[in-house]
């Protein structure tokens, strides 16, 4: 299996400002995923990205408030922009290998926002 | 839009007791069911998985079963240890054709030494 690094590993930041979170593949990948995972809550898909082309946003998510990068096959970023309380979460990173698309999650994230 | 509930929330057993956790998904078109065990401050881990095209799947402690007509399948930890104590998350996706995969509420399990 595919092994990832995120960072920061965890960041507390002040409101209105961003962050941005690194995610480093040790293969190359067509697709990564960036998913976030509110305190107790289940993971939710924020956008797909692609090496070559725009990512893919899922519904309730813009890329005026979640740009994404990626430069190559092995590395994505995830910005969450203008941060408010409500962004305080866990962002993870997946990458999917096999016929079956097993994903594969990143060690997370964990963003604080005061 | 296509949907998965996992049961229960919260589950507390004692050490050597087994575990199951229940789930139920809405696309019919589903065909791979992977398990995933979350510990605190870590990434979701990929535990067992099954495809549709079996109904059973077991590796030492954990089983996973799978029913297509019903749409539900189930998580089955025996002989529980302290360490396995975790959030534990089940999800369905489809193999081919835009397989984004939907993913349960999670249920908190303590195993209780």
């Known amino acids: 299996s595919a092994v990832i690094s995120q960072k920061p590993s965890r960041d507390i930041c002040q409101r209105g400002t961003s962050l941005t979170i690194q995610c480093q593949v040790d293969?190359?990948?067509?697709?990564m995923f960036w998913y976030r995972q509110q305190p107790g809550q289940s993971l939710t898909l924020i956008a797909t990205?692609?090496?070559?082309?725009?990512?893919?946003?899922e519904s309730g998510f813009v890329i005026d408030k979640f740009p994404i990068s990626r430069p190559n096959l092995t590395f994505s970023t995830l910005t969450v922009s203008n941060l408010s309380p409500e962004d305080s979460s866990i962002y993870l990173c997946s990458v999917p290998q096999g016929y079956y698309n097993e994903q594969f999650f990143g060690p997370g994230t964990r963003l604080t926002v005061l | 839009g296509e949907n998965v509930e996992q049961h229960p929330s919260t589950l507390s057993v004692q050490e050597g007791d087994s575990a199951v956790i229940k789930c139920t998904y809405s696309?019919?078109?589903?065909?791979?069911f992977p398990w995933y065990k979350q510990e605190l401050g870590k990434g979701p881990q990929l535990i067992i998985d099954?495809?549709?095209?079996?109904g059973e799947k077991k590796d030492q402690r954990i089983a996973v079963t799978l029913n297509k007509t019903a749409k539900h399948f189930s998580l089955h930890i025996t002989e529980t240890q302290p360490e396995d104590s975790a959030v534990y998350f089940c999800a369905a996706s489809r193999a081919t054709g835009g397989f984004k995969t939907i993913f349960g509420a999670g249920t908190r399990l303590f195993v209780k030494a």
């Open positions: 990205a692609n090496q070559g082309s725009e990512a893919t946003y």
């Open positions: 099954i495809r549709s095209n079996v």
């Open positions: 696309d019919s078109a589903s065909n791979y």
């Open positions: 293969s190359q990948v067509t697709m």
